[in-house]
T-cell receptor, first 115, second 109 residues
């Protein structure tokens, strides 16, 4: 069984478009995250949600908006896509806040390419 | 601001060698440190999680140590195998998780 799943795996789109990436976890975890991995392979946290509340919001553009319809899902909406948004986006989850005591489990990633 | 550095950036060894990957972080106020493995085009797999009160964790051929006061961690891989080839990332947690850039390991048959 897949613990953390993301769709789509690949996303190619034109500049200016609006797109969404979906994430689901079946681990019963309370906290979910979105990370961006840039071309230099650095992973940077973008958002985390705990019990449907946004608790961390790094300084990402407001074109990015996380949406959590329930505890098992955290979707990422991106408006007016820009070339610099091209990256691999990872979803993750953990039982505890910011992985204080528990491991974070990662999805397979979504490779976004903006043309 | 927490910064995580991993050395070396890339490492190539013959099969069977023991090897050490290094991770350093600038702020010792952390809850835990994790080592992950990332295979090309795939997500991250957690290998070992060390709580701030712990000194080391072991899993199979892997041993990770943590010296919080000096801001260092090492991942020791014994008897390396070609299947160990991947990028290894360390990450520290406090209010969020900060990752290093990773060490790309190649184990040659």
């Amino acid at each position: 069984d897949t613990a953390v799943s993301q769709t789509p795996k690949y996303l190619v789109t034109q500049m200016g478009n609006d797109k969404s990436i979906k994430c689901e976890q079946n681990l019963g975890h309370d906290t979910m995250y979105w990370y961006k991995q840039d071309s230099k392979k650095f992973l940077k946290i973008m958002f985390s949600y705990n019990n449907k509340e946004l608790i961390i919001n790094e300084t990402v553009p407001n074109r990015f908006s996380p949406k959590s319809p329930d505890k098992a899902h955290l979707n990422l909406h991106i408006n007016s896509l820009e070339l610099g948004d091209s990256a691999v986006y990872f979803c993750a989850s953990s039982q505890d806040l910011a992985g204080r005591t528990d491991t974070q489990y990662f999805g397979p990633g979504t490779r976004l390419t903006v043309l | 601001k927490q910064e995580v550095t991993q050395i070396p950036a890339a490492l190539s060894v013959p099969e069977g060698e023991n090897l050490v990957l290094n991770c350093s972080f600038t702020d010792s106020a952390i809850y835990n440190l994790q080592w992950f493995r990332q295979d090309p085009g795939k997500g991250l797999t957690s290998l070992l999680l060390i709580q701030s009160s712990q000194r080391e964790q072991t899993s199979g051929r892997l041993n990770a140590s943590l010296d919080k006061s000096s801001g260092r961690s090492t991942l020791y891989i014994a008897a390396s195998q070609p299947g160990d080839s991947a990028t290894y990332l360390c990450a520290v947690s406090l209010n969020d998780m900060r990752f290093g850039a990773g060490t790309r390991l190649t184990v040659k048959p």
